[in-house]
């Protein structure tokens, strides 16, 4: 049994808020399936895969990688169970305890973080198609009206603004590996800097086009998948593709991949992803953001991270180690996270935002 604690305080009344989350290692997934190959946070571990193509057949290696990729892309809610009700009971939903989150709040200085796609948007068949609503963007833009707001996100950064056309946010594209300020809005960014901006992996540009163009010929005659070019970072996309083949498809990017030591593999919800084996994820850019709005050594701050994928949870990881701030996971299943708070789907994530709005106004 893990404890793990998230206390908020109230400089102006002294009020703490300790929400203590006893979480069993296996309470929720040893029953239903054995352990996969990626780690919670999406990584592939090197040294299980190679053991595992060592001492297995074939068949059972593929197998043991399908299950990973089962488990990593749930496609619909798990029944009311008794594990989904003590998951609940661990995450409990943002709107539920809004009130108890904001009084405990008081004081502070609140940074939003969001994710994109199944936050802010949908999640879609075609990624080319995942828009998000006017009346989630009036959301956002409201947000952004009262607190520094970024969108944090695996797609690249000019994409992700086409999306979202909102230029008063920090936008954090290729898991935050390209990171830029607003050009209009909150005045606060990094010191002696005119602008905020960060491209930590920008050596790997021309190894990152060379294996997009050698991974378009490898899967496309495999029905449905799509590479998506996330500018330092690519996307393989097989939420479209027969869950036959995804063992072919599997075997295609690992062929390609091994040549590249310096790029790695991780997994998302109906999604392989490719980046280089740098130190530097979303919690990264979360703690860059921080420092870029001054508020790195603040214990007057409070981000407010919120998504829904296994790459989020780095930045979750982020937020537990710094002892501040709210991690919440949107999802309509049980989930092992790092995450303290949960929100079930993008309509709630835009309730919350209003009520956020709402809350400062009155306040």
């Known amino acids: 049994m893990t404890n793990q604690n998230v206390v908020i305080s109230d400089a102006k009344s002294g009020l703490t808020m300790a929400i203590a989350v006893a979480m069993s290692e296996s309470n929720i997934y040893s029953a239903a399936m054995s352990k996969p190959l990626v780690a919670a946070n999406g990584y592939f571990s090197r040294k299980k895969l190679i053991k595992k193509l060592e001492t297995n057949g074939g068949g059972a290696r593929i197998n043991a990688f399908i299950d990973s990729m089962r488990a990593s892309s749930p496609t619909s809610r798990a ?8 998951w609940i009971i661990h995450h409990p939903s943002a709107l539920s305890v809004f009130e108890d989150i904001m009084n405990a709040s008081k004081g502070k200085e609140i940074v939003v973080f969001l994710d994109y796609d199944g936050t802010l ?16 963007r009036a959301a956002v833009r409201d947000v952004a009206k009262f607190f520094p707001t970024a969108i944090v996100s695996g797609r690249c950064r000019a ?16 898991h935050g590996m390209d990171i830029q300020g607003p050009t209009k809005g909150h005045k606060k960014q990094r010191k002696g800097n ?41 996307s393989v996309h097989f939420r479209c593709v027969d869950e036959k083949i995804w063992s072919e498809l599997w075997e295609q990017v ?3 991949i091994k040549d590249y030591p310096k790029l790695r593999l991780s997994q998302g919800r109906k999604v392989l992803e490719i980046r280089p084996a740098i130190k530097w994820d979303k919690g990264n850019a979360l703690e860059f953001l921080l420092e ?17 994928d296994r790459t989020d949870e780095d930045a979750f990881k982020v937020l537990r180690k710094r002892g501040q701030g709210l991690g919440i996971l949107v999802s309509k299943i049980p989930k092992e996270t790092n995450a303290s708070y949960s929100l079930q789907e993008p309509s709630e994530v835009m309730y919350f935002l209003k009520r956020l709005v709402e809350w400062k106004k009155s306040s």
């Open 194 to 234: 005119q602008s905020v901006f960060c491209q930590p992996a920008r050596e790997f540009l021309p190894m990152i086009d060379e294996v997009h163009k050698i991974l378009l010929e490898k899967i496309k005659f495999i029905p449905g998948a799509k590479v998506e070019n996330n500018k330092f970072c690519l």
């Open 121 to 136: 948007s949908p999640i879609v068949e075609d990624p080319e198609l995942a828009f998000m609503t006017n009346e989630m």
């Open 254 to 256: 690992r062929e390609v």
């Open 79 to 86: 029944s009311e169970t008794e594990d989904q009700k003590s």
């Open 292 to 308: 870029s709005l001054g508020y790195d050594k603040s214990n007057n701050v409070l981000p407010v991270y919120i998504g829904d």
């Open 159 to 174: 994409k992700v603004y086409n999306f979202v056309k909102l230029s008063e946010l920090y936008y954090a594209g290729s």
